[in-house]
């Protein structure tokens, strides 16, 4: 049954994305009055479909192979490898017969309608689901450092102002999640302004140590105990501030946590204020560092607007573009594995879960979404970006490529393709037994 649900989860979202994506190519072929022959979500493999209707001159369907889709537009040399049409006459429907700025547009209507499928999904999210966002200025003790952060010169008390060269507004956008491919802060300490440059903890961040900075900074006060808890079996109460862990000094929630988590598998002695007397209690530490306490942080919720929701799901997505696009870079000089890095469909299927989280569907659709507009705009033959740089070629050299350099190109594209599938796939099965 969990397979079941990874793999339908799967299967609907490349379903929703490559019919998006095709829908971008379609849409603006019809609207340069190009004649489309095929649209398929997913490919027809030596004809082999799921099934399909044709209306008009335009075919529909699903193809048994769920690695993709097409739109075949007429006088175009596109993944079918067709060049029949090469041997005949212009007509004035194909997509050889239009000028070079609507092809460009055709050819990057899927990249771009997979971008505002990305957005539009950020930001339905943020106005719909999100509980809302902590301003930053509700900060007013400054973050919370955990001990990886102190490693690069972060501390306690630190304000941050920008991340990147962004202004700071919002406490999500310094969330320790943003540190990975590494960050370029301008923090304000007292009354100096510094820069800090954290380097990628892309291996850190494997091994499980997330914790770098967070909104912990406020008063270790406890507001509830969980039931059947260590906590509760040691007579902790709601209202009590701690004070001390052992012999360490305790300031904020945050040093209760890191405290707590540096003491797993142990008993440790709390000292905590209460009914303006202080009282110290042992406890046990369970093997996650918990004893079953919670504190409610003093920060309240600030709900999206309208208006926020858009602007912050543009900035999101563009912000998880940018740390693609980053990652990339770490693959092509080394600094990241690609065996790490990138996830075929069983990867993929994976990070949708064996759950079924409407939520967390679209998170990841959403985000999958912006890669494919960012794979796809990558001046590869065979891909979007790849015909985009030889219409390029044609505009610069003031004459149409010949089909057989056409043909050739697409042909190392297909191959460059198929093998990036290929490593994906197998990759993801080695995975499996690690």
């Not at 299927?349 to 705009?377: C, D, P, Q, R």
């Amino acid at each position: 049954m969990d397979i079941l649900i990874m793999v339908c989860q799967l299967l609907l979202g490349l379903s929703i994305l490559v019919f998006i994506h095709e829908f971008g190519h379609y849409i603006s072929a019809k609207i340069f009055k190009m004649k489309v022959d095929k649209f398929f979500i997913f490919f027809d493999a030596y004809g082999k479909k799921v099934f399909s209707f044709k209306r008009g001159e335009t075919e529909y369907g699903i193809g048994v192979i769920p690695l993709g889709g097409y739109v075949k537009i007429a006088g175009m040399i596109d993944e079918s490898m067709d060049t029949e049409h090469t041997q005949q006459p212009i007509q004035p429907w194909e997509f050889r017969a239009k000028p070079i700025w609507q092809r460009m547009i055709v050819m990057l209507a899927g990249v771009i309608i997979n971008f505002i499928f990305g957005c539009a999904v950020f930001a339905g999210l943020l106005w719909t689901s999100e509980l809302g966002f902590i301003p930053i200025e509700q900060l007013d003790r400054g973050i919370y450092s955990y001990p990886l952060a102190q490693n690069y010169g972060l501390q306690t008390g630190d304000k941050v102002i920008a991340i990147n060269g962004a202004k700071v507004k919002r406490y999500e956008d310094i969330g320790s999640s943003k540190f990975y491919l590494g960050a370029d802060l301008l923090i304000r300490r007292n009354q100096e302004t510094l820069s800090i440059k954290i380097p990628a903890l892309l291996d850190t961040f494997k091994k499980g140590s997330v914790l770098f900075i967070g909104a912990e900074n406020f008063q270790p006060i406890i507001s509830e105990i969980l039931p059947g808890s260590n906590a509760e079996k040691s007579h902790f109460k709601p209202g009590d501030k701690i004070v001390k862990l052992d012999s360490l000094l305790v300031s904020s929630w945050g040093d209760v946590k890191t405290g707590l988590s540096e003491r797993k598998s142990k008993t440790t002695l709390i000292t905590v204020y209460r009914n303006n007397a202080l009282m110290t209690i042992s406890v046990p530490v369970d093997s996650m560092g918990m004893i079953g306490i919670k504190s409610k942080a003093p920060y309240t919720h600030e709900k999206y607007s309208l208006s926020q929701s858009v602007n912050y799901g543009i900035k999101d997505a563009i912000s998880f573009l940018q740390d693609n696009i980053k990652g990339f870079r770490m693959i092509f000089s080394g600094k990241a594995k690609a065996s790490e890095s990138i996830q075929g469909p069983i990867g993929i299927a994976k990070i949708y879960g064996n759950t079924w989280e409407w939520h967390k569907f679209w998170v990841i659709t959403g985000m999958l979404s912006l890669v494919l507009a960012f794979v796809n705009v990558l001046p590869i033959p065979a891909l979007d970006g790849g015909h985009v740089l030889l219409l390029c070629v044609e505009f610069i050299i003031r004459r149409p490529l010949p089909a057989k350099l056409a043909y050739f190109t697409q042909m190392i594209g297909i191959a460059m393709v198929l093998f990036l599938m290929l490593f994906s796939i197998i990759n993801d099965i080695l995975n499996l037994f690690k």
